[in-house]
């Protein structure tokens, strides 16, 4: 059974970082992608980037590339969303996800088979 379980979220100040976790098991893909989402309660989902195993493509949105980064660490099967300079409106529950992925990797949600329950980050100002 694939579980994705998420962790790091929490109460920041704005300009302050959090490294979310997301921890994987029963993976048995040869190739997958892990998906970072977020949604804010009554908006639609929003994927973030996304990394590839086992090739470590990894791709995020432009509107996150000066302060998002998406890291993984193969032996933990533990992929990683650095998030610096908050920022009130990175206020949200944040997800990753996973499937099966053939080719370059990108953050659509409808894609991804198998989520975790989410992790909350809230940004004060």
């Known amino acids: 059974e694939v579980q994705l379980v998420e962790s790091g979220g929490g109460l920041v100040q704005t300009g302050g970082s959090l490294r979310l976790s997301c921890s994987l098991s029963g993976v048995t893909f040869d190739e997958y992608a892990v998906g970072w989402f977020r949604q804010v309660p009554g908006k639609e989902r929003e994927g973030l980037g996304c990394?590839?195993?086992?090739?470590?493509?990894?791709y995020i949105k432009d509107s996150w590339k000066d302060r998002f980064t998406i890291t993984s660490d193969d032996a933990k099967k533990t992929i990683y969303l650095q998030m610096n300079n908050l920022k009130p409106e990175d206020t949200a529950d944040y997800f990753c996800?996973?499937?099966?992925?053939?080719?370059?990797?990108?953050?659509?949600?409808?894609?991804?088979?198998?989520w975790g329950q989410g992790t909350q980050v809230t940004v004060d100002s």
């Open positions: 990394i590839k195993s086992p090739d470590s493509h990894r």
């Open positions: 996800a996973t499937s099966w992925w053939s080719g370059p990797c990108l953050p659509l949600d409808h894609q991804y088979d198998y």
